[in-house]
């Protein structure tokens, strides 16, 4: 129990610290151990509760429940004047809103209700636990010299290092609360605090974009945090309940709890920027890239479809999981359509974290218990694998002085090593022997399974168009451009270390997965469903695992011997046109020497960000609308 | 895995060079017939074969052949998970990553030609995708299985309630078989427009294992069309041999009949295709069947 309390107090102690340092060195020493302990402590926490199924902990304080709703206060009011002061004011209205539900219901309901367990622990929460521990913290570590660098090209503005740290060690914290949290009150506490994070820590440059994009993301997220609010008023006033597990038992045919699970799948569907609130996530991408990492991979959106999965037994053949499910699919297909006409790197990962989202609430909200395996499994490989590319890309973006994908032609003669880490997280999300493939994998039989067709439509049409944005990727990366100099040198220290940690988690992820499966994921979904079946096996069968585990080994076994090695004569490439030699230019006709440039293909008139954000919006709302019509009207089924 | 999937799978290892090499050489030869030439001899594709083993060893980069050698052999490890009776999904992953390996093949050399034919190539992936995916589908519904054993034994015959889904395919697989009018990437008309596409950088034996790659992959495409109309009797499977060689000599046709269409066209009719055939056949599968 006392390990739990570490995780939600101690990086909100580290955080402080942090904001008091503001000399580099001593902020190295604080963070790196104080990053590794948390790491420790995760771990801890998984060794020690993964057998016991669902603990509970009670542990009750008046004194604590006061002392949130004032943060919460507090938090509220920073926003509503924030808001007036950059003349936002829909930003202030929101929040005044939000805190006058909060508060009307705490006075005059909230004491009544008796909540039982505050904070719970299974194995779900576990595989969270672990990825905020590990992943968080390696990012923060990754940050370190990230940050340097940032303030070298940022020279004469003032160092606000030790309030990006302090937010970066809060949102670790808060992530934390949010998937130990029983009590929905708790669980909305931290849900905020993270939401108010994001928000600084998108602001962070201050510049007017930061600004506009950081006032779009509360925005959007104060809309889900209303919805928040109002499920649990819902919960409170009509059924008495106000923890999560209480909120499970309930019959999901009814027309209150349906409501209630719909408001609580709009707040998911916000944080995770699924459509139509995915514009937040794009606007994100001014922060610095850290920020970015941390956002898509182990926090903040994770907490969006974290919800959306534990809500999964209240989905299926219902109202609110037609939502859910249409929600989801249609993100994946659009989102991955709009990544084809992405040139800059961060926001095609942008676009893909957006679609792979969509995937993971689809499943949750098919209900079933191989869909949710399949989301699972998606959340984890996503996280491990959308962390090591952000960083990549990052660390490219400080050497070769552009995010954008055509800067980085033949980036392999001049980042080796981090291209090939980009090479595997790229070919780890859509390619054959990997984690992410494996899961879609299993993702289209639950949605064949479960029988919906818009399910099944968006996963196959989606599929096709996901090869393509990074195919065409890969391809730039890996072109041997002549007479390209090396520059990792420069390279700090910390980003190697995190850098090779994520890429060993990567590869050791795909290998572990069946003992994922069966040793966290299966006993699970089993408490869940009751259905005691280990479904990647009941899915794939003992060979397949095998003909996969055996082509990731021939992958990163047969090249070796193999790569960059040729007995052969090594000639010049064919131009229509004398090659001058270099394969960089070639005589033309009247005896000039062309420079060959090559570019990659967007189809900006198919695939155009603006068509297909404008067709997500109208398609996502009229489904919202017309899906709470329908509960509202008394139609659940 | 028992006995008789062991030796389908051999068998397939074996002679699907064989059996690739002869139809490359029909098509060859039907095509020419169809433009009143005599044409070259129906094993003139291991000829050139041959002489491409023999030629002298040249490359534009180092990393180019193992692009290439990876491509061959995921192309194998698809057809012998195929006829090893191994699961639909599966094999269309390994097909694509096998693909994948060849499109960095033709990015690598970092030369024009290549790289458009490149893009094309991933271009094409994205138009035939859906359609093959929807087609596993397909037979998942209407046989209850992915597994290509069980799809074998059955006592349905998939193609009764699968036509539409199995007209979509045979559209697609002019796509595959790199026919005209989708022959974007790479073709063996002379008239393409970007020389010979994807495999522009490539010589010697580094092209002659694109061509073997080919062969083994043509086999296992049209022992997916062969599924279509296995019912576990000998007379299904006979209609189904029958049928496959006769689609690909219906591709020969199309090839020499259509002229080259602009490259939208590959796109937007392949997932009109999928979506009026494959996906309404799918629905069908669902509620109807």
Known sequence: MYSIFFLLLFPALIAVLLLLVKNDKIRGAIVIPGAIAIMAVSVYVAVEFLKGGTTYFDFESEMLNWLMLAIEIILCAIVVYLGIKHKKYLASILSLAQAVFLVWFEFTHAHEIDVSNNLYIDQFSIIMILIIGVIGSVICIYSLGYMRDFQEHHAGEKDRRPWFFFL???????????????????????????????????????????????????????????AFILAIIVLGTQYGVMEFDALLELDSGAMYVMLAVGLLSIAGIAKA?????????????????????????????????????????????????????????????????????????????????????????????????????????????????????????????????????????GLFSRMPKLSALMIIGIAGMFLAPFGMLIS?????????????????????????????????????????????????????????SVLGLLAVLVVAVCFSFPLISSEVLSPYLLSVFGQPVDPIFATFGIAYVSVLLGMLALLVVVPIPFFNKTKKK???????????????????????????????WYMEEWFGENRINKIGLVITIAIIVVAFALIIGGVTS | ????????????????????????????????????????????????????????????????????????????????????????????????????????????????????????????????????????????????????????????????????????????????????????SMSHHAHQDIVKGVTTEFSGRTLAYVEIAHWYENIMLLGIVFLFFCNGTWWGYAIGIVIAVVSFFLETFVDNSFARMKWQMALKSSWVVAILLGLINVALLIWVF
């Open chain 1, 273 to 409: 920027a699924l459509m139509p609130f995915h514009s937040w996530l794009l606007g994100a991408m001014v922060a610095p890239t850290p920020t970015s990492a941390l956002l898509h991979s182990s926090t903040m959106v994770k907490a969006g479809v974290f919800l959306i999965l534990r809500l999964s037994p209240m989905y299926g053949d219902n109202t609110v999981g037609y939502m859910v499910m249409c929600i989801g699919g249609l993100t994946f297909l659009l989102a991955s359509m709009a990544a084809i006409s992405q040139s800059n790197a961060k926001r095609v990962l942008a676009y893909s974290t957006i679609a792979n989202l969509g995937l993971i609430a689809a499943c949750g909200a098919v209900g079933t218990y191989e869909a949710l395996w399949a989301g699972i499994m998606i959340l984890i490989f996503h996280a491990v694998t959308k962390s090591m590319l952000f960083l990549c890309v990052g660390t490219a973006e400080h050497h070769i002085g552009s995010r954008d994908i055509e800067d980085m032609d």
């Open chain 2, 1 to 184: 895995m028992n006995t008789l999937y062991l030796v389908l799978m051999i068998g397939y290892l074996v002679l699907a060079p064989i059996f690739g090499c002869i139809l490359a050489g029909l098509d060859r030869k039907v095509s020419a017939r169809m433009q009143r030439r005599v044409g070259p001899p129906v094993i003139q594709p291991y000829y050139d074969v041959r002489k491409l083993m023999g030629k002298d060893q040249v490359t534009v980069n180092k990393v180019q052949d193992f692009y290439v050698l990876c491509f061959l052999l995921f192309v194998v490890i698809t057809g012998c998970i195929f006829f090893a009776g191994g699961d639909l999904l599966l094999v269309v992953f390994t097909l694509t990553l096998a693909n994948i390996f060849l499109v960095l093949a033709a990015y690598s050399s970092n030369s024009p030609y290549s790289q458009v034919g490149a893009e094309r190539e991933l271009y094409q992936m994205m138009a035939y995708e859906p359609m093959v995916l929807l087609t596993m589908i397909g037979f998942y519904l209407a046989c209850g299985s992915f597994n290509v054993s069980d799809i074998l034994n059955g006592d349905k015959m998939p193609f009764v309630t699968m036509i539409g889904i199995f007209v979509g395919f045979l559209f697609i697989l002019t796509i595959k078989f790199r026919k005209s009018p989708f022959d974007l």
């Open chain 1, 168 to 226: 970066m060690f809060i949102f670790l914290s808060a992530m934390f609360g949010i998937v130990t949290s029983n009590n929905l009150m708790w669980m909305f506490f931290f849900w905020e605090v993270t939401t108010l994070c994001s928000f600084a820590l998108i602001g962070f440059t201050k510049t007017e974009e930061a600004v506009n994009n950081s006032f779009r993301q509360i925005i959007m997220n104060l809309v889900g945090g209303i």
């Open chain 1, 440 to 496: 879609k994998w299993a993702a289209m039989i639950s949605f064949v399974n479960s029988e919906n067709l818009v399910l099944i439509a968006c996963i196959c049409f989606g599929s096709a168009v996901t090869i393509f944005y990074w195919g065409k990727w890969l391809g730039k990366m890996v072109a041997v451009v002549a007479n390209s100099k090396d520059v990792e040198e420069t390279v700090h220290k910390e980003e190697w």
């Open chain 1, 570 to 600: 090594v000639k010049e490439n064919y131009m229509c046109g004398v090659n001058n030699g270099d394969n960089l230019s070639y005589s033309g006709s009247m005896g000039t020497s062309v420079n060959v440039s090559m570019r990659n």
